[in-house]
Every structure is written in structure tokens, then in C-alpha cells.
């Protein structure tokens, strides 16, 4: 794992998540069975600064990689239900307030989970996705499967993916089938979830932060007992993508 250096508004992120409880260290058993010594809850980004924190922090993450990356671009932020939906619409808020000549079009869109059979009806909410780039905007990634539903959906609308942006990127590889049924990991090399999905669709995955982000930002704060505990789990969890 390389040494991460933070720019201060992930510095400022990491401290708030925390002091939120957002962020929270412990033994938390994860749905594949591993024992992780921190957790990232990211439902309770849902009071008013707290959402203004982290859409901002997607904003800035978009942003900043549109200029590193002159050959990406997007119309509209996809946010699938339900916790994208937030997202998509205060992240376009946010890119809007960083450069509104560049961002000020940009649309937001989400899925409803049942057909709506009234009044507009449909699935769709928001920017329709026909003819339109877009980047899919939600919390986390844990085995792929509901990104690769709102591909489809995407798709089945006739629009085109040009990126995803998840909050969190725990760098952690794939779980076999053995530690789903409560074994121990055989400790073979794989890659994580956002590289397989990096893999298949070929479009960047962002994240605005990463497992090392929190372990510098741990650093910064004199946690040594978080970082210790995190720098351990990489070491026998860490994907090798």
C-alpha cells in the first residue's frame, strides 16, 4: 500500500465522517464474513451539512479527474435507488457551484424501483438518458451486482456509461465462495470488486476515498491503534488490482 498524501478536504471529510460516526472502528462482521476493524456507514451522511460534505466531495473528485482526463466528459449523474438518488441531485448541485459555465447543464436522473403506471409513468425520474454519456453516482460497492443493474437499466434506456463514482473504495479483494460459508480466506491473490467491474466495462471507476485515505487521515490524527488495525486488514485482505 502506498504512503497517501491527503489534500485538506479529504482530510476535512475523514475528521467529519468520524466525529459523525459515520466513520466508526470496532469488529464489524460484513456480509461476506470478514471481520472488518472499521466500518463506513454512509446512510448517515443525512443531515443538511453532512450531505453538503459529501456531495461536495464527489463534486471535486468529478471534477478534478474531467481536468486530469481531457477525453472524459458526461451529461447526466445516475443516481440509483434509493441511496443514489440523493446523491445525483446535490452532486449536480455541487458541480454547478465549482464551474456553472461547465456544469451548469449537467442532468440528474434516478430509477423507481416499480414502474410508475399514472400520471408521467414510467421507471425513469429526472434527465431522460437517450443519446446522453453517463456516470453512474452512488454509496459503495460490495460485489458489483447493483451497478451492473443500473447498467442495464442505463443501457435499456438507451444511454451510454462513461464512468462510476462510489464514495468508498475499501480495497479489499473479491471473498470466495469458501469464506461465504464462514471458512477462513485461502489467501490466493485477487482483485477487488471496482477492478472486476473496472474490467468489464472498461470506464473509470472513481471513489472519493480509498482504505488508504482513511489510514493516512487516521495518521494525521495520532490514531495509531485505527491505523495499525486497518494496515493489518489490508495486508491479509488487500486486493491486487
Known sequence: ?????????????????????????????????????????????????LIRAIS???????????????NFDFDVLFGPAYKGIPLCATTAEKLAGIDEQR???????????????HGEGGLMVGEGL????????????TSGKAIREAIDIIDGQGGK???????????????????KEGKEDDGSERGSAIGE??????????????????????EKMGRQEEVKAMQQYYQKYGAKD
Not at 130 to 141: E, P
Request: proline share 4%; with cysteine; charged share 25%.
Open 1 to 49: 500500500m502506498a504512503t497517501t498524501t491527503l489534500p485538506p478536504w479529504k482530510t476535512e471529510l475523514i475528521d467529519l465522517a468520524l466525529t459523525s460516526n459515520i466513520l466508526t472502528f470496532g469488529n464489524f462482521t460484513l456480509k461476506s464474513g470478514r471481520i472488518s476493524p472499521y466500518f463506513v456507514n454512509c446512510g448517515l451522511f443525512c443531515r443538511a451539512k
Open 197 to 218: 467491474v473496472r474490467r468489464e466495462t472498461g470506464v473509470p471507476v472513481l471513489a472519493v476515498l480509498t482504505l488508504s485515505d482513511l489510514i493516512a487521515g487516521m
Open 161 to 179: 456509461l462513461v464512468g462510476i463514482i462510489v464514495a468508498l473504495d475499501r480495497e479489499e479483494k473479491m471473498p470466495t465462495e469458501s469464506e
Open 56 to 70: 461536495s466531495a464527489y463534486a471535486r473528485t468529478l471534477d478534478a479527474y474531467t481536468k486530469e482526463h481531457q
Open 130 to 141: 437517450k443519446g446522453k454519456r453517463v456516470v453512474v453516482i452512488d454509496d459503495v460497492m
Open 103 to 117: 456544469w451548469g447543464d449537467v442532468g440528474y436522473s434516478f430509477n423507481r424501483k416499480e414502474v410508475k403506471d
